[in-house]
């Protein structure tokens, strides 16, 4: 044992005692593949605006912010009140209600490429209905996706596994799997050449700020590019804005590229961190979703679509509410303001201590630490050194998704300035230890 993780498992013990009770009820002792961590992960009691405590009463500056929902930090006090006040009327009416309308409303709003809306849970279910309706429209089967771009965890998105990447994940049917067209890299010619050859590919999807919110960068010329080519050759282009959309600006990434995609994805932000989803886009594609009294319709390219959640009235409440407040981009124009102060402070860390393979990089609202020990071009790296990192960071008072953060627009320059100290300190202990040169 590193005496890292001797410190680690001392200051966090309580988080220890409960993680041995998590490993009787959950596979791993977690409730999300994300949250894994080795020896244990920090157990949080409470949070507020840009800080998290733990269990043992440690203060923690978070960049996690609710897996990237919280643009607005912990517990804003606007959000508190609509979910507060909503919660007393009703969580769950299992009927229409006026709120769906005005959530609806603030969406199309923003994003005018939202010509209609149908909201659902949570963005796995939001990207399963985009691609769903674009083979139901298009009476295709094929689906182009890019390695590393995170899509949720359901069939028709997940990354082949093996040497050659062409064995499909445990679970995952190959009739399935056949029907993904996974590329390694954003390439234009290489999409091109696909769609010249190949007339079945119902969709192209992506994450449009690169996988996992700009881990792997893309040029400016992609999205517009995509775009063209998809228009070109009547597939329906679709951007995953479940991360980006309200991140990068008030009307998604869209916005930022000035392309209007055939269907758009969003979630997290969209319920202010509550559970909720959303699939908008052209009025013709998401007619197909609409029920009538035509059996020929009914049967022949009606998309069926439940769910239990779908705009109930407290995510409504939270999002509306969360919505208005960042509808003008001065709260989105912060959290970007953060994360490359956050950015340009802990490359000069790095710099500071000779660390020439490492850098820190990122945009909008997030950044990302790369090293050669810590991640390739597709985010797989060294386990025990990512492990390693969020011990280091969490003793000095720092939460990051592995080596990955989200800021908000509550995160201080304050914050940053303890950051950077925090990263600092870390770092002093990895080499303390060996762990890096």
């Not at 009691?45 to 978070?62: F, L, N, P, T, Y």
């Not at 709003?109 to 298009?138: H, Y």
């Not at 600006?249 to 932000?269: C, F, M, N, W």
């Not at 969209?270 to 886009?281: D, E, K, S």
Request: with cysteine; glycine share 10%.
């Amino acid at each position: 044992m590193t005496m890292l993780e001797s410190t680690y498992r001392q200051a966090f013990n309580q988080s220890a005692t409960l993680y041995e009770r998590a490993l009787e009820r959950f596979p791993n002792g977690v409730t999300h593949d994300g949250r894994y961590m080795r020896p244990f992960p920090v157990y949080i009691d409470r949070a507020q605006g840009s800080r998290k405590w733990s269990v043992e009463g440690r203060e923690i500056i978070d960049y996690w912010m609710g897996h990237g929902s919280l643009i607005l930090g912990h517990s804003h006090p606007v959000i508190v009140q609509a979910i507060a006040e909503q919660a007393a009327k009703g969580t769950h009416y299992g009927a229409c209600h006026e709120l769906e309308i005005e959530w609806a409303d603030m969406i199309t709003q923003l994003m005018p490429s939202a010509e209609t809306v149908r909201f659902v849970s949570s963005g796995t279910e939001a990207t399963l209905m985009a691609i769903r309706l674009a083979r139901t429209f298009t009476g295709r089967r094929k689906v182009i996706k890019f390695r590393g771009h995170y899509h949720g965890w359901h069939d028709q998105v997940l990354d082949g596994v093996g040497p050659g990447r062409d064995q499909p994940m445990p679970g995952v049917l190959r009739e399935v799997f056949d029907t993904v067209i996974s590329l390694p890299e954003v390439n234009l010619d290489r999409v091109a050449d696909i769609l010249k050859r190949d007339n079945d590919v119902a969709c192209l999807i992506l994450e449009p700020t690169g996988a996992m919110f700009g881990g792997v960068e893309l040029p400016d010329d992609i999205v517009p590019g995509l775009r063209e080519l998809t228009e070109r050759y009547g597939v329906i282009f679709i951007m995953d804005e479940v991360v980006t959309g309200f991140r990068c600006a008030p009307g998604g990434a869209q916005e930022h590229y000035g392309v209007r995609p055939d269907l758009s994805t969003l979630a997290k932000i969209v319920a202010a961190g509550l559970n909720g989803g959303a699939l908008v886009g052209r009025a013709d594609i998401m007619e197909l979703l609409e029920l009538r009294d035509d059996p020929e319709w009914q049967t022949d390219q009606k998309m069926l679509h439940y769910g239990t959640f779908n705009a109930n009235p407290l995510s409504a409440a939270a999002g509306i509410a969360m919505l208005k407040h960042i509808a003008d981009g001065r709260d989105i124009a912060v959290a970007n303001e953060r994360a490359a102060e956050l950015r340009a402070r802990m490359s000069e860390v790095l710099a500071a201590h000779g660390m020439d393979n490492w850098r820190v990089y990122g945009s909008f609202s997030g950044f990302k630490i790369l090293s050669a020990g810590t991640a390739t071009a597709d985010r797989r790296g060294d386990a025990d050194m990512l492990h390693a990192i969020r011990q280091a960071l969490l003793l000095n008072g720092v939460d990051c998704m592995g080596v990955d953060g989200l800021t908000s627009a509550v995160h201080t320059t304050g914050d940053v300035e303890r950051t950077v100290e925090a990263f600092d300190g870390a770092i002093s202990l990895l080499k303390r230890d060996g762990i890096i040169a």
